[in-house]
């Protein structure tokens, strides 16, 4: 073995731990089987709970929301519910009826059992693209999986230079030869995974996009206050353009305070309603509290229409004022979606008109409220939140620094023996369970600053959401403690002073680091999957929201309050993040590989359950730029080879200290691959070009927001409803019919 670099293939860990506080487990394999054995448990135990709280409703999670049969629902019905799918839930059999199967753990063979066309009908398209990208991820890492195990572990476990046949380095690269020709088998599995990963995700990007037609509908921005006048813009297009014909013209409102007064107004409605109904069949009189903190009640009938008649004069008044704020924005639908792509490509802004034209998305897809936040604005906004976000989540809130904090404890010559014979929940479990539960809080941290920044539309604001929380995660998650980093203001340390060097690089790729990536996910594997079948954070929401309520009439409206889309950007991220740590780390720590063929299983099945059951469907794949999330979550797996590559390469440089033949193969293939992925992308779009395509039929839809529509019909009785039906009338009215006949 060559001396000059015979020191850096087993480096003091003692050592390391003054520079990179990274020795995080001390047992047995690391405390792998100490911390699967704490998630198996803990996994049961949380299953076992959400079935218990599941067998509570009798049907379906979000059908119970708009089921008109069956006796009174409890609080969990807007949760859990257990049954099976009778029947054809197509469009053409919507009063398909509903077999319920009471069987404990029922709700397992009924999601197991749901068709791709059951989750289309019900769902949306959004969750079929969703269900068919995680097919394809598993796939990927079926094969990964065969390869470490079958192949990459017996070759690591060959070498001697770590531990014996019960420690985990020696499973890790870190046990062959550094110049040995067998590392040459990694080199070429690296390189393989490039176009398998490519050849396999491709499919997902393009293949199940759905043909629809882009809209006819333009959008007009930066419309001069005079020209807000829907004869002054029809006449200025068809002057520019004689060929084409105008179906409509819609103009924006600033309706901001209007809509908060409508949700208001549409809350009492309902609950006066839900008033209504009960006393109409004979029962005791509602009672409603004046506050959440105090016993003083009055009538709830009474109270809920002196709220409606002083609301309604509200809502007409600032529905009024609301039309006399143009906002500088037109909708202008045309004859067809060949026309409306003519208008925009040829249509040359003057000195006087200087419009910015586009395909308008579609009107469910719009936030109308944020509308009225200007440009200046929007980008004032962004510099601050985004600004905040990094400074918070860069310096503080690394998820590495809380670790090693423990790390810091555990490391101290007076404690080490104490912390290590306390028991594996301390030692091994809680490190890798703090690093999960910070790591999850973080998207949510994204996902409300972002809902803060007032994107014009909820495609938009999804896609933020998810391309930014993937670049937290990767670098928080796992480019920092790959390279035996504590937080970013370490790595900014390190970029600035040098006396360190030596003991840094020796320090990178520890057995131990990958022994705690495999922790990391067989946590998330197992409590994470757990946890998002329970779905705690929307429970909270829901008993918070019961809790203030004035009276018991306000509660279908609750229910249909807190019922919202799958939130795809945040759960893509996330999944994207777990394959690239896998892929990373599938050559150099080949046991992560099952734990994450674990995770993925787990995760598509519990979201196949969570898309059908829990969720309203979404339909941003057919909207235009609305498929873009979907192509650039394939478009994010790119950096799992990538980030392999680079580091196989540096494995290769660093441990033999100097720029070998295979640091050299690796180092080109990561050239030509960053090369083929700028200039030559091989991975497709999901979107669709506008003249590829045959157009839909149907009217085009209208581009008025909801709350400038008065088209609330109030009815005495309730009205019988399919399992797709989710209005807010339909839900109050069963609902107050269910709770006076009980």
Same mark, same amino acid.
């Given at each position: 073995?060559?001396?000059t ?43 076992m709970?959400?079935? @218990? ?6 049907d ?32 053409? *059999? *919507? ?8 069987? +404990? ?34 796939l ?27 420690? +985990?380095?020696?499973?890790t690269? *870190? ?12 080199? +070429? ?50 002057? @520019? ?29 309902d ?25 003083e ?29 143009p ?27 200087d ?17 009225s936040?200007d ?13 905040? @976000?990094? @400074? ?17 404890? *555990? ?27 910070l ?49 970013a ?43 998002e079948?329970?779905r ?68 598509? +099945? ?60 690796l ?74 006949t009980?």
């Open positions: 073995m060559n001396d670099y015979a020191g850096l293939l087993v480096p003091d860990r003692d050592t390391c731990n003054v520079v990179n506080k990274t020795k995080l487990l001390l047992n047995l394999y690391e405390g792998i089987p100490e911390t699967l054995l704490l998630n198996v448990i803990s996994w049961f135990f949380l299953i709970l959400f079935t @218990l709280l599941r067998q509570q409703a009798w379906y999670g979000r059908l119970a929301l708009v089921n008109s049969h069956g006796e009174n629902k409890r609080w969990t019905q807007l949760f859990y519910a257990h049954g099976n799918v009778g029947g054809q839930l197509g469009a053409e *059999s *919507s009063d398909a009826s509903l077999s319920i199967d009471r069987g +404990f753990f029922s709700w397992i063979l009924a999601t197991w059992r749901l068709t791709r066309e059951q989750i289309l009908t019900h769902s949306g398209p959004d969750a079929v693209h969703y269900l068919s990208f995680q097919r394809h991820l598993m990927v890492m079926s094969i990964m999986t065969f390869i470490s195990i079958v192949i990459i572990l017996p070759i690591n476990f060959s070498g001697e230079l770590i531990g014996d046949r019960n420690s +985990f380095g020696h499973t690269i *870190s046990n062959l030869e550094p110049d040995g020709g067998v590392m040459w088998v990694h080199v +070429f599995f690296a390189i393989a995974y490039v176009p398998m990963v490519v050849l396999i995700m491709r499919r997902a990007s393009g293949r199940n996009a759905f043909k629809t037609a882009p809209t006819r509908t333009v959008m007009a921005t930066n419309v001069a206050q005079p020209d807000c006048d829907k004869n002054a813009i029809r006449t200025y297009v068809q002057q @520019l353009f004689p060929d084409v014909g105008i179906d409509d013209i819609q103009l924006a409102y600033n309706i901001n305070s209007l809509i908060k007064a409508a949700e208001e107004y549409e809350r009492i409605v609950a006066r309603i839900y008033c209504e109904v009960h006393r109409n069949r004979d029962r005791e009189p509602l009672q409603a509290k004046l506050s959440c903190w105090s016993c009640s009055v009538d709830a009938l009474e109270y809920y229409k002196d709220e409606e008649a002083r609301l309604a004069g509200q809502v007409s008044r600032l529905r009024a004022s609301a039309l006399n704020e906002l500088g924005i037109a909708f202008i639908t045309l004859n067809s979606a060949h026309e409306a792509q003519h208008v925009i490509l040829h249509f040359k802004p003057g000195t006087y008109r419009w910015d034209l586009s395909f308008a998305p579609a009107p469910s897809d719009i936030f109308w409220e944020h509308l936040v440009t200046a604005q929007w980008y004032c906004k962004w510099i601050t939140v985004n600004l905040v @976000l990094f @400074l918070f989540l860069f310096f503080l809130t690394t998820p590495v620094i809380i670790v090693n904090m423990l790390d810091t404890f *555990s490391l101290t010559k007076n404690t080490t023996s104490q912390i290590s014979k306390i028991s594996p929940l301390v030692s091994e479990f809680l490190p890798t369970l703090l690093l999960w539960s790591s999850a809080l973080m998207p949510v941290i994204v996902a409300y600053s972002d809902t803060w920044l007032s994107h014009w539309t909820r495609s938009r604001q999804n896609y933020v959401i998810m391309t930014k929380t993937f670049g937290y995660l990767l670098f928080m998650i796992l480019i920092l403690p790959s390279l035996g980093l504590t937080s203001e370490a790595f900014l340390e390190w970029t600035i002073k040098n006396n360190n060097e030596t003991y840094r690089w020796q320090c990178i790729f520890l057995p131990d680091k990958g022994a705690f990536f495999v922790n990391y996910i067989i946590t998330a594997a197992f409590i994470g999957t757990a946890l079948l329970i705690f954070p929307d429970l909270i929401c829901y008993i918070w929201k019961l809790a203030t309520a004035k009276s018991r009439a306000e509660t279908p409206h609750i229910r249909k309050s807190i019922l919202i889309t799958f939130p795809f950007g945040i759960h893509y991220a996330w999944m994207v993040m777990v394959f690239t740590m896998s892929t990373v780390y599938s050559l150099a720590c080949p046991l992560i590989m099952p734990f994450a063929m674990t995770y993925i299983l787990l995760k598509h +099945f519990v979201d196949k359950h969570n898309l059908f059951f829990a969720f309203a469907p979404s339909n941003m794949i057919s909207q235009g730029s609305g498929g873009k999330i979907h192509s650039t979550a394939v478009t994010m797996t790119k950096f799992s080879v990538i980030l392999l590559l680079s580091i196989m390469a540096a494995l290769a440089g660093v441990r033999e200290g100097r720029l070998n033949v295979r640091a050299v193969v180092i080109t293939a990561l050239v030509v691959t960053l090369v083929m992925f700028t200039f030559m992308s091989p991975i497709k779009k999901c979107t669709t070009k506008p003249l590829s395509i045959v157009e839909t039929e149907g009217a085009a839809p209208i581009y008025v927001a909801d709350v400038l529509i008065n088209r609330r019909i109030v009815s005495d009785s309730p009205s019988h409803l399919s399992y797709g039906s989710d209005t807010t009338m339909d839900i109050v009215m069963n609902d107050a019919g269910r709770s006076v009980a």
